[in-house]
């Protein structure tokens, strides 16, 4: 019966988080896990140095640097051993004149076979296991990247890009939603460093939720002491991402690129490094040595909190963790491989996960580099 009400109470909490129409500062979250391993190894400071055709995630205007042919890339993580599982993949597509590219981009994070126990406890109280049915909760989000070079003079050059998205999230049949926002970024070059900024949700993102319940599983969130959820409407707020990245070339094969981010959120105080009423500054760091271009090893760090000390016995003494992140590459060819191990939480308390990704230049036949 405990259990019962256990999962009743969780389903009951899922769709609860969306019964009221204002920010949540964790709206959306699946869109910040990253795109593609390079990224994710390098804890995600991606908004300054990204040239590929993640850059329709990253930073839409990074996929200038896609010409004369299309770009696959493609990636798969799975988390929680295995309980959560995201996949994305993206196409670039270079246009005619090539200094426009436009981008699709699709993602999907879900967890899979849900127990649904709401109906376990039949009406005079006995069980029934062949009552428990199960659902998925999976969120999507597409979106159609345009990036166009504003400026080339020389090494200097200025592109700009933007992303309109459309969300849907669903939790079974119980709960759907539609959502829709834009975001805008902008890169400039010059030489041999980088400059990039990217405003996510720059129009404010909306997700408007419906909830279809049977009458049978209303009554047992009556009988539970849980009010049942109605239409509702979750906003995203803005953030702005501020990046620079610099390349260090050391000799003729071997070239080391650094990278650092801040993140500058607005929806309340959250537990970043600089925290206040009205915006939190989260920094990411990032780096990337490559050999020819053809061999690559990454690392990053990301999401500084405060944290409980799990040595203090006293529960009071706070202490500053981070995620960290490692990678690798190698080139063969027009394709690229990508691996990245990275951790959910912090370095006190890991569960790291192994991240794979593939990029494929769509060679045409008689335009072969």
Do not use: C
């Not at 799975?78 to 599982?85: H, L, N, P, Q, V």
């Not at 271009?293 to 963790?321: E, P, S, Y």
């Amino acid at each position: 019966m405990k259990r019962t009400r256990f999962y009743v109470t969780l389903l009951v909490l899922m769709l609860q988080h969306f019964s009221y129409a204002q920010f949540r500062k964790y709206s959306n979250e699946f869109l910040n896990i990253g795109a593609g391993a390079r990224g994710l190894a390098m804890a995600s400071a991606q908004v300054a140095s990204v040239s590929d055709g993640t850059a329709g995630y990253w930073n839409p205007a990074g996929l200038v640097n896609v010409k004369d042919n299309p770009q696959v890339n493609l990636m798969h993580a799975e988390y929680f051993a295995g309980i959560g599982k995201y996949d994305y993949g993206s196409l670039a597509i270079p246009l005619k004149d090539n200094k426009r590219v436009l981008g699709l981009s699709l993602l999907r994070f879900a967890v899979d076979e849900i127990p649904n126990t709401t109906a376990l406890v039949e009406a005079d109280g006995s069980i029934d296991f062949q009552n428990v049915t199960s659902f998925s909760a999976a969120d999507y989000a597409f979106l159609v990247s345009l990036a166009q070079q504003i400026k080339s003079t020389g090494k200097s050059k200025i592109s700009g890009g933007v992303n309109a998205k459309i969300i849907h999230r669903k939790a079974g049949d119980m709960a759907t939603a539609w959502g829709f926002g834009f975001d805008a970024g902008i890169q400039i070059v010059n030489n041999k460093w980088k400059i990039g900024i990217m405003a996510r949700d720059v129009t404010t993102t909306f997700n408007a939720w419906s909830f279809s319940l049977s009458r049978e599983m209303q009554e047992v969130f009556y009988r539970t002491g849980n009010d049942i959820p109605s239409k509702t409407t979750e906003l995203t707020a803005p953030k702005l991402i501020v990046g620079g990245s610099y390349n260090f070339r050391l000799n003729k094969n071997l070239n080391l690129m650094t990278e650092a981010n801040l993140d500058f959120t607005f929806d309340g105080r959250r537990n970043t490094v600089l925290s206040t009423n009205a915006v939190s500054l989260d920094p990411k760091l990032g780096l990337e040595a490559s050999w020819k271009n053809v061999f690559f090893v990454r690392a990053g760090i990301n999401n500084f909190q405060r944290a409980l000390d799990d040595d203090d016995i006293t529960n009071t003494k706070k202490v500053w963790v981070y995620q960290p992140g490692v990678g690798a590459g190698f080139r063969l060819s027009n394709v690229l491989i990508d691996y990245a191990f990275t951790n959910l939480a912090n370095q006190s308390n890991p569960l790291y996960t192994h991240v794979f990704s593939l990029k494929v230049d769509l060679v045409k036949k008689g335009n072969k580099k």
